[in-house]
């Protein structure tokens, strides 16, 4: 390479590290200007100009946010449901992925080709359908009212068959020799070869579940059994709403999420790039 | 150990019979090996015995028991899969237990027949090593003691040294040969390996286009070959073949080859007419006179303690001569030969085979 053209590359190179830089800043702008303002003061807030760091910070929002309002109860329903739901959702993938990728059985192909066919279906179609069931079934403002309809991720039973379809079968022809029952071969063997898919998978859909805001929001009425998410939307009182407070409440609601991120990116980015490579 | 029967099996894939009406049986204790190129049905038998492939038709006894109806584990053979299949999250000693486990033997018992296999095959220090941190011939012997552990009435060998390095596969083969004089059970051993099937074998069943071409003992198998495939496929380099016009009595044949030379042939054989004239390169052997006939080298391979001329005959016909180590014979030069005529074989165009001193093969 000549000395023009290296530094013509370096130039290029520059530059495009430059457009990314700001990219992540216009990004990360939101975020940091949500955490900013809950440690502002409300009159702060709503002043008609940019300031980017708090002129008299204050902790005061967070002391409501977390003792005059339910946000204990709100991280325990979020907890739970989000849990519920990533161990529900990867358990049930892991054994319909397996199904279908191992096992020979009647129907096999048309079962898969619907399972393909529910990925094309967005949630929002079906959620008056999931609101009727529930509510015939008296399970709105239930644990179980929030969890049931989230359980559908037709993604997470394609990863794993794609996952299982790559194991050699030489493997499970080994396994089956060893006289392992199909539930043994499933655990003892696919499961903790693929360990990595399952923790991928059971990350993000935690983060699924933990954000998902529509169906909580429209499956649960009464304060005690809302999830954060739709918990602060109720931080308000008789004189409306305090922007501070709200931002303080986001912030509090996306921390679990963000310790996640931070401890298990790289698993994260892995999920993301799965199922990002299945919705192609 | 038990003896296996195969009668009568049959198996299709969809409409295509990949083993067409297959008898054969195996005694307690021998060392059988499945030969034969790719294709040929081989590892398919081989499957179907250990019940990862169903028989459409015939029996499968094991031991006496009927056992095609049976899944793979209630069968008592162990398998040695070419890749190994080692459970690459399990060490050593749990990839070997997990099949005791599975069975629910009890602990002690298991950790009994995991540390007597370590014994028999050398690898007492492997036991806490995952498969990742061993080298190809150690991935081997663990499959194999994965194998032993199970005590089974017979051991199934796919290939099981076709991933490993020349000199791997030579030292493996000798202790292969050496586990099975030790623990003297039943084995069925599938190669296209001929060296492997020679070295190994009790018995060698030549498989070709998913029928059984002969059952022999390796000599039987390489001095008799029951038909023109056996005949080329043993052997390397495989045995020469020259086109042949044969005239006279019962008694006394004489063949003629391509370039006119003629051969007095000791074989009986029912009719005169055209057949293919079979000689191992070994009894081509390069002489000072033309005794047989002469042709012209092409290349000449000093193997040390031989020298193969690969020659061309006046007509043209291709044949590969043996000379002594020390041959001084050069490419371009003009090489005599004579046929060991105790070593003919003729194959007419039926398929039916003759050799030299016998009526019928």
Redesign the interface.
């Known amino acids: 390479m000549t000395a023009d053209a290296a530094r013509r590359a370096n130039l290029v190179g520059a530059l495009i590290t430059i457009f990314t830089v700001i990219c992540a800043v216009v990004w990360c702008f939101p975020l940091y200007w949500g955490v900013i303002s809950s440690l502002k003061p409300e009159d702060e807030v709503v002043r008609p100009y940019i300031e980017l760091w708090p002129e008299t910070p204050t902790l005061r929002h967070y002391v409501f946010a977390l003792t005059e309002t339910q946000i204990g109860t709100w991280y325990i329903n979020s907890i739970v449901t989000a849990v519920g739901v990533t161990i529900l959702t990867v358990s049930s993938s892991m054994f319909a992925g397996y199904a279908i990728s191992q096992l020979r059985f009647p129907g096999r192909r048309p079962l898969w080709w619907l399972i393909l066919a529910s990925f094309m279906v967005p949630t929002q179609v079906l959620i008056i359908n999931h609101f009727v069931l529930m509510a015939n079934m008296g399970l709105l403002n239930t644990w179980a009212g929030i969890i049931l309809p989230q359980l559908i991720h037709p993604v997470a039973i394609i990863v794993y068959k794609q996952f299982f379809d790559q194991v050699?079968s030489?493997?499970r022809?080994?396994?089956?020799?060893?006289?392992?029952?199909e539930l043994?071969i499933l655990f003892?063997?696919y499961v903790?070869?693929n360990?990595g898919v399952t923790t991928a998978l059971s990350i993000v859909t935690f983060i699924w579940a933990w954000n998902a805001f529509l169906w909580p929001f429209l499956a649960v009425t009464k304060t005690e059994m809302m999830t954060i998410t739709v918990g602060i939307t109720q931080v308000w009182d008789a004189f409306g709403v305090y922007y501070a407070r709200q931002l303080t409440a986001a912030t509090l609601a996306g921390l679990p999420v963000a310790l996640v991120y931070l401890l298990f990116q790289r698993r994260v980015t892995q999920a993301i790039t799965l199922s990002a490579g299945i919705k192609g | 150990m038990a003896d296996i029967a195969l009668t009568n099996v049959s198996k299709s894939f969809g409409e295509v019979r990949v083993i067409d009406d297959l008898s054969l049986s195996v005694a307690a204790g021998e060392f059988v090996v499945f030969l034969g190129p790719s294709g040929s049905g081989k590892s398919t038998l081989l499957r179907m015995i250990a019940g990862l492939e169903t028989i459409d038709s015939g029996t499968l006894t094991i031991g006496g028991r009927q056992c095609q109806a049976l899944a793979p584990g209630q069968r008592n053979v162990a398998m040695v899969f070419q890749n190994y299949a080692l459970y690459p999250h399990m060490t050593v000693r749990d990839n070997m237990a997990f099949g005791l486990k599975n069975i629910h033997m009890a602990s002690d018992e298991i950790a009994r027949r995991v540390n007597e296999a370590a014994r028999i095959l050398e690898m007492e220090a492997l036991l806490d090593r995952r498969p990742s941190q061993l080298s190809g011939g150690q991935r081997q012997r663990v499959a194999i003691g994965r194998a032993i552990v199970k005590e089974p009435a017979a051991f199934l060998f796919d290939e099981p040294l076709s991933n490993l390095d020349a000199a791997l596969r030579v030292r493996t083969r000798v202790e292969l040969a050496e586990l099975h004089q030790r623990i003297r059970s039943t084995m069925i051993y599938v190669t296209h390996d001929q060296t492997e099937a020679m070295t190994l074998a009790d018995r060698i069943v030549v498989l070709n286009n998913c029928r059984i071409e002969q059952i022999g003992t390796p000599m039987e198998v390489y001095s008799n070959p029951a038909s023109r495939f056996v005949a080329g496929f043993i052997g390397s380099p495989a045995m020469n073949f020259l086109k042949v016009e044969l005239s006279g009595n019962d008694e006394a044949k004489l063949a003629r080859l391509g370039d006119g030379s003629k051969v007095d042939m000791n074989i009986r054989v029912p009719a005169s007419g055209s057949y293919e004239l079979g000689i191992r390169p070994e009894a081509v052997r390069v002489s000072e006179r033309a005794d047989t006939t002469s042709g012209k080298a092409t290349v000449v391979e000093h193997l040390g303690d031989r020298t193969l001329v690969y020659m061309q005959l006046a007509d043209g016909t291709p044949i590969i001569a043996q000379d002594g180590g020390r041959s001084q014979v050069s490419p371009g030069d003009v090489v005599n030969v004579s046929f060991d005529t105790s070593e003919l074989h003729l194959f007419d165009a039926d398929g039916k085979t003759y050799h030299a001193d016998r009526q019928d093969a």
């Open positions: 050699p030489d493997f022809e080994a396994a089956v020799m060893d006289n392992a029952s043994a003892k063997v903790p070869m360990w």
